[in-house]
């Protein structure tokens, strides 16, 4: 096994990924600099999600490599790639899936207590996150007392309050107006530059990819958009549990 080319965090080749038989992802090769903000851009089934769950550790690929931070993550035990996703990475997907009985604070300070932080540490992060997402006056409020896009802008607060390594956003706005869509992925991206915060956006909406560093489309489970670096062979079949 080789370290990948260049200066970067993530890294992938040659990803390939089916579910029960039927291929999703079919060729992969994607490399992310530290602090990029890449959109991944795509129609309805190319294969994004599925792409960003192999990158994030989620999945384990049939086939292809997954590299982080110069280490590889696709040959990784279950436990070890879900300590590192608990510890250095943030995820936020269509629907924000807040805890109905917490309030917006305590939803985003989630991640930092499972982690062990102190309350008033968790607590003090979460308020901060939620002022920079434009919520911080409806901290106290429930999930049930939200607007939509109130809603997602906590989830992105959660997603956040850990100043992960890599943010992996997939279709963050796709249920949101237009007007709320940008606001959300101003502050989601503002929030990532201010700092380093490297993202991978899922999108289908070239409006949304605007936001991002660098747009890379994906079509039928291929990508590429990447050095390709040295060949490897497939490993376990592409499953979460393995
Ligand atoms: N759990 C699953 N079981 C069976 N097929 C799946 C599953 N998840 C995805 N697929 C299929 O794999 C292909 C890629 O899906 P994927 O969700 O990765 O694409 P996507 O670009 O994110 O699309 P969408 O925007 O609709 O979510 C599609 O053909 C999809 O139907």
């Known amino acids: 096994m080789t370290a990948p080319p260049g200066n970067h965090l993530l890294w992938a080749r040659g990803l390939r990924c089916s579910h029960q038989g039927s291929p999703a992802l079919l060729g992969a090769t994607v490399g992310v600099p530290p602090g990029e903000i890449l959109a991944v851009l795509g129609p309805r089934g190319a294969g994004k999600s599925t792409l960003l769950a192999c990158l994030s550790g989620q999945l384990r690929p049939e086939a292809g490599e997954v590299w982080f931070d110069g280490t590889p993550l696709h040959s990784r035990s279950r436990g070890a790639r879900e300590r590192l996703r608990r510890d250095r990475f943030g995820w936020v997907g269509p629907v924000p899936g807040l805890v109905p009985e917490l309030t917006a604070r305590e939803n985003a300070a989630l991640p930092l207590l499972l982690r062990g932080a102190s309350y008033r540490t968790a607590r003090r992060a979460a308020d901060e996150w939620l002022e920079r997402l434009d919520v911080a006056p409806l901290a106290r409020r429930r999930p049930a007392d939200l607007l939509q896009s109130q809603r997602q802008r906590v989830a992105v607060a959660r997603a956040l309050v850990t100043v992960p390594d890599v943010l992996f956003a997939d279709e963050p706005t796709a249920p ?54 040295p060949a490897q062979e497939g490993t376990a079949p592409c499953v979460t549990s393995a």
Do not use: F, N
């Not at 747009?215 to 050095?227: E, K, Q, S, Y």
């Open 176 to 229: 949101l107006h237009r007007p709320d869509q940008a606001h959300v992925l101003r502050a989601l991206t503002t929030a990532a530059r201010t700092h380093r915060i490297t993202v991978v956006l899922a999108t289908h909406d070239p409006e949304a990819a605007r936001y991002a560093d660098r747009t890379v489309p994906i079509l039928d489970g291929l990508l590429d958009a990447g050095p390709a670096g």
